[in-house]
């Protein structure tokens, strides 16, 4: 049992028309340094993080957990979209009992601008449906972050609430396969 119930992890990997979405492996390492190291990367979400303590501390397979999968174009990964627990003691909830499901996706800056989010958090987001009919996905973002703003419109999330977290202006919305 992972924190996704009985469906088992990692699942086989997902194809969409242009992307794999799969498990981490070692050839991953130098794309997730990059990506965590990135200052456009980290804008909204805390800053970047310093590449020599990277290289000091990602494991040899980066990434290796339930829910992260890494988006993998032509054989090298561009990002990777997460599905996680979302905690019951974190602000922004849409069931009372809390431990939604939460949407997180970060992609190298190069891969930005080309609908490759988009892709690969329907792929996510379809075999979440599959195996969780019906329950709710949240997703968080800065409102100040318009990409992530608008790729939140375009996968259908609602808009639930607006609150502070992070000293900035948070927005969550809701989105379930039971509603289109």
């Known amino acids: 049992m992972t924190e996704f119930g009985p469906v088992d992890w990692p699942p086989a990997p997902i194809r969409t028309e242009r992307l794999v979405l799969r498990e981490s492996a070692a050839r991953d390492r130098a794309a997730f340094i990059e990506l965590f190291s990135s200052p456009e990367v980290g804008t909204y979400i805390g800053g970047s993080r310093l590449r020599a303590e990277l290289e000091r ?8 957990r339930p829910g992260l999968f890494v988006v993998d174009l032509d054989g090298a990964m561009i ?5 996680d627990r979302r905690a019951a003691e974190r602000a922004g909830h849409v069931r009372p009992e809390a431990g939604n499901a939460e949407l997180g996706y970060l992609f ?7 609908g490759y989010a988009a892709e690969a958090c329907t792929a996510a987001l379809g075999w979440f449906a599959g195996g969780f ?4 996905v949240v ?4 409102t100040a972050n318009e ?4 790729l939140a419109a375009k996968l259908g999330f609602a808009e639930v609430e607006r609150f502070e977290e992070y000293g900035a202006e948070q927005w969550l919305g809701v989105w379930s396969s039971a509603t289109p």
């Open 57 to 64: 501390t990602v494991p040899e397979v980066p990434g290796r």
């Open 79 to 83: 990002g990777m979209v997460t599905l």
């Open 108 to 114: 190298l800056r190069q891969a930005w601008g080309r």
């Open 133 to 136: 009919a019906g329950e709710p």
């Open 139 to 142: 997703l968080r973002t800065q």
């Open 147 to 150: 990409r992530s703003m608008r």
